[in-house]
């Protein structure tokens, strides 16, 4: 059975619009894991728009499920991580200035980078991932950086579902089953939901785990947080 870990970024993007602690992030991450997450993720922006470092620092203590930190490796983020001793990190790609992650690490090109940094992460502990697409040269490249895992980018199957779903889900299967092959754990996520999310883990093989943060928030507007998470987590057994 893949896990379901609960991105809560949106949670402090809604408590920075007025500056305050409502809603309160910590809170809402213990929330989430009562209500079944089976790990919580962030990803802390360098403009901390919504996930501030502060948040990251309080965390960590309360936690009791896997917490998952995403980024882009900054020394400035690593630094913070490698203090923090969060169970994963993912790395990803992404420009300071960006909307929102929208490629994966280019694993030929950036492999020595890669390498050095998932090596010092390692050393202290911390499984590592890292953002990818499904081409195979990326797949087969994130074996040489040593990765523990890698996050498939899910944008792409997302965006096709509605139109072509068998299409839209093709790629994804030879890339999990070149990374299976060679080793590699699969996480996923990127527009996730909970029209995507069954069929998705339904061709994956040996998805571990899947970071769902826009569309669970905003579902959880209508249905609550708690039966939000259950419904993901029905679309994972
Ligand atoms: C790596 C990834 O796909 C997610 O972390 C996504 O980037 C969420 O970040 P935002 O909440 O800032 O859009
Ligand atoms: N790694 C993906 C993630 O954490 C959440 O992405 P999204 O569901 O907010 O698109």
């Known amino acids: 059975m893949s896990r379901l870990s609960v991105n809560i970024n949106k949670i402090a993007t809604l408590r920075n619009a007025r500056g ?5 992030v910590l809170k809402a991450a213990k929330d989430c894991e009562r209500f079944g997450a089976q790990g ?3 990803h802390p922006r360098p403009d901390e ?8 620092y309080g965390l960590k203590p309360i936690l009791s499920t896997e917490f998952n930190i995403e980024g882009y490796p900054s020394r400035e983020f690593l630094n913070m991580v490698l203090e923090v001793l969060p169970a994963q990190v993912t790395l990803v790609p992404d420009p300071p200035d960006v909307l929102t992650s929208n490629a994966g690490w280019d694993t030929v090109a950036d492999r020595d980078k890669l390498k050095e940094i998932i090596s010092e992460l390692k050393k202290s502990g911390i499984r590592t991932s890292i953002f990818v697409d499904t081409q195979l040269e990326n797949i087969r490249g994130a074996l040489d950086t040593g990765t523990d895992r890698i996050e498939l980018y899910t944008e792409p199957y997302a965006n096709e579902y509605s139109t072509n779903r068998d299409k839209a889900i093709a790629p994804f299967v030879k890339a999990a089953e070149l990374a299976n092959s060679l080793g590699l754990e699969i996480n996923a996520g990127h527009d996730l939901n909970l029209e995507n999310l069954a069929f998705f883990n339904e061709n994956i093989p040996n998805l571990k785990e899947v970071s769902i943060g826009h569309a669970l928030i905003s579902d959880a507007l209508y249905l609550g947080l708690e039966n939000a998470i259950q419904l993901y987590k029905r679309c994972l057994k």
């Open 20 to 24: 305050g602690n409502i809603p309160d």
């Open 40 to 42: 919580i993720t962030v």
């Open 49 to 56: 728009r919504h996930i501030t470092r502060k948040d990251v």
